[in-house]
T-cell receptor, first 113, second 107 residues
Framework: ETGVTQSPTHLIKTRGQQVTLRCSSQ?????VSWYQQALGQGPQFIFQ???????GRGNFPPRFSGLQFPNYSSELNVNALELDDSALYLC????????????FGPGTRLTVT | KNEVEQSPQNLTAQEGEFITINCSYS?????LHWLQQHPGGGIVSLFM???GKKKHGRLIATINIQEKHSSLHITASHPRDSAVYIC?????????FGKGTLLTVNP
């Protein structure tokens, strides 16, 4: 059983650019959630995908979008990057319907300059 | 007011001391996670619980659903326990996080 993986580990982008972050869920998990953690803050919920459909969204603008693929891996896309988007982006997978427990990936550190 | 409140925000202890971190929440939940995060690092789940008490090594977590309160205890604390401890409640399969407690254990 493989754990949750994320890529890339670190990323530096310029304001106005677009970025795609990737998450590979734990084997068999059907739900993935994305979180943003600014420096010194607790994580904030961005959105969740369940069986390839968005299943809830936090207080983030539409330039934050996502996808979940048939193999339950996921992408987080951010358009028109702003300096405040600099953060650690975490994904967590779970098996909805069986357990509430979420398993976290190591995160992607995004720096916007 | 945040849905999830943790206390204290910062905690400094001497090696060997008993540590308690508290978490209160204001909404109905399905379960609660206690998470650990080392500086610059990812998040590791320590416990998920929906009732009673769980123990793993020197860590103990308790929850009182009626009082909407949970505690994380560390017995015989060690410098390697130094980290941020985060309480997160689960509602509709989504997590809402507290701001975390920065624990520093000095040798």
């Amino acid at each position: 059983e493989t754990g949750v993986t994320q890529s890339p580990t670190h990323l530096i982008k310029t304001r106005g650019q677009q970025v795609t972050l990737r998450c590979s869920s734990q084997s068999g998990h059907n739900t993935v959630s994305w979180y943003q953690q600014a420096l010194g803050q607790g994580p904030q919920f961005i959105f969740q995908y369940y069986r390839e459909e968005e299943n809830g969204r936090g207080n983030f603008p539409p330039r934050f979008s996502g996808l979940q693929f048939p193999n339950y891996s996921s992408e987080l896309n951010v358009n028109a990057l702003e300096l405040d988007d600099s953060a650690l982006y975490l994904c967590a997978s779970s098996l909805r319907g069986t357990s509430y427990e979420q398993y976290f990936g190591p995160g992607t550190r995004l720096t916007v300059t | 007011k945040n849905e999830v409140e943790q206390s204290p925000q910062n905690l400094t202890a001497q090696e060997g001391e008993f540590i308690t971190i508290n978490c209160s929440y204001s909404v109905g939940i399905s379960a609660l996670h206690w998470l650990q995060q080392h500086p610059g690092g990812g998040i590791v789940s320590l416990f998920m619980l929906s009732s009673g008490k769980k123990k793993h090594g020197r860590l103990i977590a308790t929850i009182n659903i009626q009082e909407k309160h949970s505690s994380l205890h560390i017995t015989a604390s060690h410098p390697r326990d130094s980290a941020v401890y985060i309480c997160a409640v689960i509602r509709n399969y989504k997590l809402t996080f507290g701001k975390g407690t920065l624990l520093t254990v000095n040798p």
